[in-house]
């Protein structure tokens, strides 16, 4: 679903150019409804049809033709024949360098991994270490969704105050690993998470606070967390409780997360103090909206922040 995600971001910025899509497991008929319809954030904007040219199948958007594979093995693809220098991986199977790299195999350039590495591949958050990018890395990782919500406003409170130690707790949205009713989970290793998701506030493990810890040097091993998954289709929160070497208000606190916002983070670090609830958020494009009005502080060194 990253992927069809992915899709629909590229068809609306100009800078981009969508060549071609390798869907292993669905046919072009079945791709194009996919595309045309989603649950959560409605038809897509335009219009979506298939062609069949020279022994080749294309989705053709918005008047545009995008070339279509089918190939299990990434090095069979073929990226370069179409036109493909940069690939989203995002089918949460290729999350090693090496297996990444089938894709250059296939032709690629360089390729980004949707998902958090499972090994050394370097991983980039968009605001808060992606300068440190060198054009030798042909294969990166943008991490996780917790962590591109965590990681700028971990930066801002570090930067500015000294960020000491926090633990975080996101309340995460359904994800396609769940199950709709009870069943043995994904692995059979986590019994809470086989439980169904529609009905249930699930603890959960993550990672997302540790990976901090490899975008930000400063915090490795002051950060971990948690998740609780929960009946809702979109829109995640993240809530981090930390403690500050530098005394500061919330009113200090959140004046240096807006400022934020409105310069060296903006278009990836958000701000409200709006009454707003969680589907308020469903199309926003940045990575982390800082929520200052459910914000607080037991003291000027420990205090909670949502976003």
């Not at 299990?72 to 290729?94: L, N, Q, R, Y």
């Not at 195999?105 to 992606?130: L, Q, T, Y």
Request: net charge neutral; proline share 4%; aromatic share 6%.
């Amino acid at each position: 679903r990253i992927g069809r995600l992915v899709f629909r971001a590229a068809m609306e910025n100009q800078s981009v150019t969508m060549a071609a899509i390798n869907e292993p497991f669905m046919d072009l008929d079945y791709m194009q409804y996919l595309l045309s319809y989603d649950t959560v954030h409605s038809r897509f904007k335009g219009t979506v049809s298939t062609k069949k040219a020279g022994g080749a199948e294309f989705l053709v958007v918005n008047g545009m033709s995008v070339r279509v594979f089918h190939e299990k093995d990434p090095a069979s693809i073929g990226w370069d024949k179409a036109g493909a220098a940069f690939i989203c991986e995002s089918t949460g199977v290729f999350t090693t360098q090496e297996k990444a790299a089938l894709h250059i195999k296939g032709g690629a350039k360089k390729v980004i991994i949707s998902a958090p590495p499972k090994d050394a591949v370097p991983m980039f958050v968009m605001g808060v270490n992606h300068e440190k990018y060198t054009a030798d890395l042909t294969v990166v990782s943008n991490a996780s969704c917790t962590t591109n919500c965590l990681a700028p406003l971990t930066k801002i409170v570090h930067d500015n105050f000294g960020l000491v130690e926090g633990l975080m707790t996101t309340v995460h949205a359904m994800t396609a690993t769940q199950l709709t009713v009870d069943g043995p989970s994904r692995g059979g290793k986590d019994w809470r998470g086989g439980r169904a998701a529609s009905e249930n506030i699930i603890p959960s493990s993550t990672g997302a606070a540790k990976a901090v810890g490899k975008v930000i040097p400063e915090m490795n091993g002051k950060l971990t967390g948690m998740a609780f998954r929960v009946p809702t289709p979109d829109v995640s929160v993240v809530d981090l409780t930390c403690r500050i070497a530098k005394p500061a208000s919330m009113k200090d606190i959140c004046a240096k997360v807006k400022e934020a916002s409105e310069t060296t983070m903006k278009g990836i670090m958000g701000y409200t103090d709006k009454e707003v609830v969680s589907c308020d958020f469903t199309t926003d494009p940045r990575s982390s909206i800082f929520d200052a009005s459910a914000c607080i502080a037991l003291n000027e060194t420990f205090i909670k922040l949502v976003s």
